[in-house]
């Protein structure tokens, strides 16, 4: 929330109007210092309530349903850092993160292999990776509370937990990989423990046996709603036949010409402009509904 809608909207806060016009990019976050200095000071004399508004934070997007805006959350949020917040729209409950690529961040969310293998392979405690696999992506909101710098991650998203006391969160102080290096000596260590360690076949039966057919989570369950790599829609233009055909993904398109993905996703990421095959020109479809 930017100060002058703070100010409009709430008639205790009134006396900031004059400062407006230097402070009309001042997020609710930044102007919640201006606003405690006021009152320490006896500039300001508010209620509990009007306090309370400060606290009611506004953020800079909403999802409200991140199945159907998937698209939308990664593409708005490529080479962006920020603070974010998960909320199952189901019981309300939270989870506040942050991260210096929230694109990558969010490729991880909406891969249910990842969430499997955190949760059930290797035994992490992740409450909301768990929530998302129960109740699917259709219920959960995702919101960006605030973008900001790599280097403010931490502080950042320490304040938005300490302020929003997030259900999720079985750590109440912000924690991240950012700058974190294993020292030599451990990185040795490491190295050395699995240095020619192999599973028997009898051990590689038994891991299959333990998280496979009835033992695996997702047995007998539908996909989470939205899991997986959104498809991207294909433009095939047959110079031979002189025909346009939009394709609902790389792999139909290649079915459909008897010809291998890869070679539509190479000659689309190195931007050829000579027809493949000296036949067919590939584009990315950006024609909504077909």
């Known amino acids: 929330m930017l100060l002058t809608e703070l100010v409009y909207t709430n008639p205790a806060l009134r006396i900031f109007f004059p400062f407006t016009c230097f402070f009309e990019k001042v997020t609710l976050a930044n102007f919640s210092y201006l606003f405690l200095a006021a009152v320490f000071y006896g500039y300001l004399d508010v209620s509990v309530d009007s306090y309370d508004c400060l606290l009611s934070v506004v953020p800079v997007k909403k999802y409200a349903n991140t199945d159907l805006n998937k698209l939308e959350i990664l593409k708005e949020n490529k080479g962006k850092s920020g603070i974010y917040r998960w909320i199952n729209n189901i019981n309300g409950k939270s989870y506040i993160g942050s991260s210096t690529k929230l694109n990558a961040r969010f490729l991880q969310y909406f891969n249910t292999n990842y969430l499997l293998k955190k949760t059930v392979i290797e035994k992490g405690n992740s409450i909301i990776y768990n929530s998302i696999l129960k109740n699917g992506y259709s219920n959960f909101t995702l919101d960006i509370l605030e973008y900001c710098t790599a280097d403010n991650c931490i502080d950042k998203e320490q304040y938005y937990i300490d302020l929003l006391k997030p259900e999720y969160n079985l750590l109440t102080k912000a924690g991240s990989w950012l700058g974190y290096k294993h020292t030599a000596e451990t990185l040795a260590k490491m190295a050395a423990s699995h240095l020619g360690k192999t599973h028997t076949l009898e051990t590689r039966a038994k891991i299959g046996e333990a998280v496979g057919g009835k033992n695996h989570p997702m047995f007998g369950k539908p996909r989470a ?48 402009q000579n027809p493949f095959k000296e036949r067919y020109i590939f584009k990315r479809s950006s024609i909504e509904g077909q």
Do not use: C, M, W
Not at 225 to 235: E, R, V
Not at 236 to 247: F, G, S, W
């Open 225 to 272: 709603i939205g899991a997986g790599k959104p498809s991207q829609k294909i433009l095939v233009i047959d110079l031979e036949k002189n025909t346009e055909t939009i394709y609902i993904s790389f792999s139909k398109a290649a079915a459909a010409l008897g010809i291998r993905r890869t070679a539509i996703s190479t000659y689309i990421s190195r931007n050829q």
